[in-house]
């Protein structure tokens, strides 16, 4: 899918180290550590059984201005399938310009036909408010309720101990 010169496709394990340095700009502009290497997405986007999938926007000239990765999900609350948005980039000279909407809605559109996708889920740092502007303006609204939580290796190790 092109449009203004930049087309939105599925990232290939060929495209790993450019998806990788895509989403370690992301993880540079938050302020974020980042830990992934082009082989984990390998690994884990493109083997048996991939638990995530990316897109990449690129310029005519393949130059990568964007990149999407999403996981699916199940809501039994909504009793549908969804896609948990982690990581959503945009190059600086590209935001304002509609790509990270289009990005979203070729999520949807490129994710397994019979998966149904009902919805996006996803969540934005609080010190973000620029993107959570953008996320506001088409129809994003935070959770009431819910609280993000994560369990990371410190105590993730323990949780499968048997001691």
Sequence with gaps: MTQDGISIRQASEADAGRFNDALARLSSDLGDPHGTQPEDLL?????????????????????VVGALLSSPMFSTVSGAAG??????????TMRGRGLG????????EMAPADWNIRFLKLAVYDDTPRARAFYDR????????ETVMRLDHIHFDGLTDET
Excluded: Q
């Excluded at 991939?50 to 130059?63: N, V, Y």
């Design 43 to 63: 690994r884990h986007g493109f083997g048996t059984l991939p638990i995530f999938s990316g897109l990449l926007a690129e310029t005519e000239d393949s130059a």
């Design 138 to 145: 088409l129809g994003f609204a935070a959770t009431t309720g």
């Design 101 to 108: 909407r289009r990005l979203l809605a070729a999520a949807i």
């Design 83 to 92: 896609l948990y948005v982690s990581d959503l980039w945009v190059c600086e």
